[in-house]
């Protein structure tokens, strides 16, 4: 029985406007993956940057592995995304412009078996953007009790 990791930062369409989306791979540690696998890790304060050409997310936090040894891994590492050449450059032209980060909205493991993270490039929300979100957010919820009540 094959059990299906999907990690979301529930925070990142909250505070951010996400403009564009992209999965990268991620370079992990020996005792790294069987920790994802187990389902824990956090996303939350996580964000991407470029080094040397490079995209590297910072402070995603993967909890070490219980039943691991000595040779756990370092639980906040920066951990290097693989994207193609083409992305990379897209991205780090867009990152320039003000305002605009670069923030991982999710991390699973694909049906191969391999660790992904989904990225989006994203905009700061001012806060009358974000009571907007929740009052759109209200208004969808209280129309679909409507329309359960009258189906």
């Not at 996400?18 to 890790?41: H, P």
């Not at 909890?63 to 000595?70: D, K």
């Not at 003000?98 to 806060?127: C, D, H, M, Q, W």
Request: aromatic letters at 10%; glycine letters at 6%; charged letters at 30%.
């Amino acid at each position: 029985m094959k059990q299906n990791v999907y990690i979301k930062n529930k925070k990142a369409s909250f505070d951010y406007a996400l403009i564009d989306n992209y999965t990268a791979g991620i370079v992990l540690q020996g005792t790294e993956i069987k920790s994802l696998r187990d389902g824990r890790a956090s996303l939350v304060d996580a964000y991407c940057m470029f080094i040397d050409g490079e995209l590297w997310v910072k402070s995603m936090n993967i909890p070490t592995y219980f039943y691991g040894t000595y040779s756990n891994h370092i639980p906040t590492r920066d951990r290097k995304l693989l994207l193609n050449k083409k992305e990379l450059r897209k991205l780090e032209s867009k990152i320039k412009a003000p305002g605009f980060s670069i923030i991982p909205t999710a991390v699973f493991i694909n049906e191969r078996g391999l660790a992904k993270v989904n990225i989006a490039l994203a905009k700061g929300k001012k806060e009358f953007d974000k009571r907007q979100t929740i009052k759109d957010n209200e208004t969808k919820r209280e129309l679909d009790r409507v329309r359960k009540r009258f189906n």
